[in-house]
């Protein structure tokens, strides 16, 4: 939910180049031909064949086209980006996600799909489409990507732990009072041998407790407010309790991953792609999972394809980019990968919906995942990693008892508003 300080740093830089113009895209008379540049984030391994199948199936379509597609690592996308954009050699198709395309669009870099393609919109679930459309005194107002694949977050349970802790693990929470209620009994059962939860919750997870945490004119954060205040007090109280460990304070998310796997912790959210993972590296803890849909709000979290607005071949690249996120290509992406597409068919695909009494455990998370994926929130762009390491540090201020919830979420709100109003 925060976009990388390297995209930050770019923005300055990006006034004086963007009207350079790509170095990746070959110009012709014809704008439906002539080479243009595709940027993924570390999907080589896995998905070389669907990728190369991919652009053959487009430049079949397209006679007279060329797509190179480049995946670059993903441990240094970000910085990679980056310096493209502040160099103005963006390819002309790139893979990022709102966080990332905020800063570019704030800078002029990409194109706003809204305005050059204003029914494309239909195209997609609402859910995602809302992800790709961004606000501000900087920013014409537009969707400045395509959605494309898709993922949202579940509640794990290591029942084991659980059952030895008291809780009743043939009726898991699945709600937050539930929850809290089980981390009391968690607490006095078990106080200081295992952590309930695996981490503190961020921006997102305020969300899901306590609803917008942006007004409407997306000028005034409001994450201190009434139910803001009373979620981190809940994990104030947990950690008072014992329910809450020192390290689960402090973890980021590898570190409550980590965690999870190494059975020290009873809960924790994950994705789709974390039951193979824990499968395969913790399989003690993988006989004993569970899973519920994550609470509240439901929220999703979308990759998304843009076009860089310097592109020699703009109407080839928006093309392509509509090609790749179209409802065929994304429906088989999804079935691969174990995302979400993120079109209007889409997520009503049988497959993601209906996995079958046999399915396994994956595809079974997969059907309980699916209806958050229509509507679901996508959360807030303009959360910079600032605004993040403020809110982060505050929070676990608050819930290690040095600060009260109040104090601590009023000085990360002012911290943000005074960056969110620059």
């Known amino acids: 939910m925060t976009r990388t300080l390297a995209f930050v740093g770019a923005v300055a830089m990006l006034g004086s180049v963007v009207a350079c113009g790509s170095t990746n895209s070959s110009d012709s008379g014809d704008e439906n031909t002539g080479e243009i540049t595709f940027w993924t984030k570390n999907l080589k391994t896995g998905y070389n064949d669907y990728f190369v199948n991919l652009v053959k199936e487009f430049e079949k379509q397209n006679p007279g086209a060329k797509v190179k597609w480049v995946d670059q690592p993903g441990e240094s996308y970000a910085n990679t980006v980056s310096t493209a954009a502040a160099s103005g050699t963006l390819p002309d198709v790139l893979d990022g996600m709102p966080s990332d395309a905020f800063a570019l669009a704030e800078a002029g870099a990409i194109d706003n799909v809204s305005k050059e393609y204003p029914n494309i919109e239909k195209e997609y679930a609402p859910g995602p489409w ?112 014992g329910a809450l460990s020192e390290e689960a304070v402090s973890a980021n998310g590898t570190q409550s991953s980590d965690l999870f796997k190494q059975g020290a912790v009873a809960t924790r959210s994950g994705y789709v792609y974390d039951l193979q993972d824990i499968k395969e590296n913790a399989p003690e803890v993988y006989k004993n999972l569970a899973f519920v849909p994550g609470f509240g709000h439901a929220s999703i979290t979308p990759e998304m394809l843009m076009v860089s607005s310097t592109s020699k071949k703009k109407a080839l690249a928006h093309k392509f980019a509509q090609f790749v996120t179209n409802n065929k290509n994304q429906v088989e992406f999804g079935k691969a990968a174990n995302v979400f597409p993120a079109t209007a068919e889409g997520v009503d695909d049988p497959y993601f919906t209906n996995p079958g009494a046999d399915a396994d455990d994956q595809r079974q998370l997969i059907a309980t995942l699916s209806k958050n994926i229509k509507d679901g929130f996508c959360g807030y762009p303009e959360f910079t990693p600032a605004d993040s390491t403020t809110f982060t540090e505050q929070v676990s201020l608050a819930a290690s008892g040095k600060v009260s919830p109040k104090e601590a979420l009023d000085t990360a709100v002012n911290d943000a508003n005074t960056r969110l109003q620059d």
């Open 130 to 241: 809302s992800g790709m459309v961004f606000k501000s005194p900087t920013i014409e107002e537009g969707a400045y990507g395509y959605p494309w694949y898709t993922t949202s977050s579940a509640i794990f349970y290591n029942k084991g732990i659980l059952a030895e802790c008291g809780v009743d693990t043939t009726n898991l929470p699945d709600s937050y009072d539930e929850y809290f209620a089980a981390a009391d009994t968690f607490a006095q059962n078990c106080k200081g041998k295992y952590s309930f939860d695996a981490n503190l919750p961020n921006i997102g997870g305020f969300y899901a407790y306590a609803g917008k945490q942006l007004n409407d004119d997306r000028t005034k954060w409001l994450f201190n407010n009434k139910k803001s205040v009373e979620l981190l007090q809940k994990y104030a109280d947990m950690y008072k309790n």
